[in-house]
Nanobody, 124 residues
Framework: EVQLQASGGGLVQAGGSLRLFCTVS????????IAWFRQAPGKEREGVSY????????NYADSVKGRFTMSVDVAGNIVYLQMRALKPEDTAVYYC?????????????????WGQGTLVTVSS
């Protein structure tokens, strides 16, 4: 059974940093692609970053490029999202998700397994 659990959220001042964790089980990274999404109050869920197992490269939304870094600890079954230079507009519930495909995207419907979100609040 595929399971994911996001954690690491909290309250941080603008300009600060935070690292999110996604603990996973029930699948192997070589056959699945994984992504981070976020949903701000009153807004649709949007893609933040993803890693496709076909090439292992991280891809980012323009809004976070240069500030966020996604990585995978295969042995530890943990996916990280390091967030730096946080802005108030980064405030959202962050989710990790996986799909049984070697191709990753930032489209919500592409992913069929989701973890519970973790709340990130950035104060100005």
């Amino acid at each position: 059974e595929v399971q994911l659990q996001a954690s690491g959220g909290g309250l941080v001042q603008a300009g600060g940093s935070l690292r999110l964790f996604c603990t996973v089980s029930g699948f192997t990274f070589d056959a699945y692609s994984i992504a981070w999404f976020r949903q701000a109050p009153g807004k649709e869920r949007e893609g933040v970053s993803y890693i496709g197992s076909s090439d292992g490269n991280a891809n980012y939304a323009d809004s976070v490029k240069g500030r966020f870094t996604m990585s995978v600890d295969v042995a530890g079954n943990i996916v990280y999202l390091q967030m730096r230079a946080l802005k108030p507009e980064d405030t959202a519930v962050y989710y990790c998700a996986v799909t049984k495909s070697t191709i990753g995207t930032m489209h919500v419907p592409w992913y069929n397994y989701w973890g519970q979100g973790t709340l990130v609040t950035v104060s100005s």
